[in-house]
């Protein structure tokens, strides 16, 4: 079935670091979304991209919908504390606007 | 603005106990609502969906049942708890042909 590959599964970094992570898929997608979960919460929308090649900003965040529409990207840039988490992102898999996900990169900001 | 409540927000049940896990959704009508599980360390698993009253769609067969009572009201259910159900569990709405998703706070279950 379809699924998202979503890397790297774990980064560990410096705060004021830059920040890239991916996810892609063997299908086309017409709407990639971001999100992030804090622990013990829900997952909390960060950024929705409904068109190839679009790349949208939220804060110190951005991400990219792939030209190819089986790819998106997403960068935090000068990492702070509060970054820390895990990042999804999330597709549409049927008309009934279902979703898939990745498995989650989770974010470690090193003292 | 649209808000989701869902409790408790944490539940230790014994294992062949039921379970009752509520979900509601404020200013908005008509949703989809979702039930997810998620284990420790993991993504999201969709247990069920619903596009309206008394319409639920299962994606994994499982000990665990949904029921929509009411338009914003989803409920997960379990007559017998196993050990294995153990996990946090998220409730979710969206609107009508709209992909975006907006989540509970979660309830972590612990079957013991």
């Known amino acids: 079935g379809q699924q998202l590959n979503q890397s790297p599964q774990s980064m560990f970094i410096q705060e004021g670091e830059d920040v890239s992570m991916n996810c892609t898929s063997s299908?086309?997608?017409?709407?990639w979304l971001w999100y992030k979960q804090d622990p013990g919460e829900g997952p909390v929308l960060l950024i929705a991209?409904?068109?190839a090649g679009e790349l949208t900003s939220n804060g110190r965040l951005t991400a990219q919908f792939g030209i190819t529409r089986k790819d998106s990207f997403l960068n935090i840039s000068a990492s702070i504390p509060s970054d820390v988490g895990i990042y999804f992102c999330a597709g549409p898999i049927d008309s009934n606007y279902q979703l898939i996900w990745g498995a989650g990169t989770k974010l470690i900001i090193k003292p | 603005s649209q808000t989701i409540h869902q409790w408790p927000a944490t539940l230790v049940q014994p294992v062949g106990s039921p379970l009752s896990l509520e979900c509601t959704v404020e200013?908005?009508?008509?949703?989809?609502l979702y039930w997810y599980r998620q284990a420790a360390g993991r993504g999201l698993q969709l247990l069920f969906y619903s596009v309206g009253i008394g319409q639920i769609s299962s994606e994994v067969p499982q000990n665990l049942s949904a029921s929509r009572p009411q338009d914003r009201q989803f409920i997960l259910s379990s007559k017998k708890l196993l050990l294995s159900d153990s996990g946090f569990y998220l409730c979710?709405?969206?609107?009508?042909?709209?992909?975006?998703?907006?989540f509970g706070q979660g309830t972590r279950l612990t079957v013991v």
């Open positions: 299908s086309i997608f017409n709407t």
């Open positions: 991209l409904y068109k």
């Open positions: 200013g908005t009508s008509n949703p989809n």
């Open positions: 979710a709405w969206s609107e009508i042909r709209n992909t975006e998703a907006f």
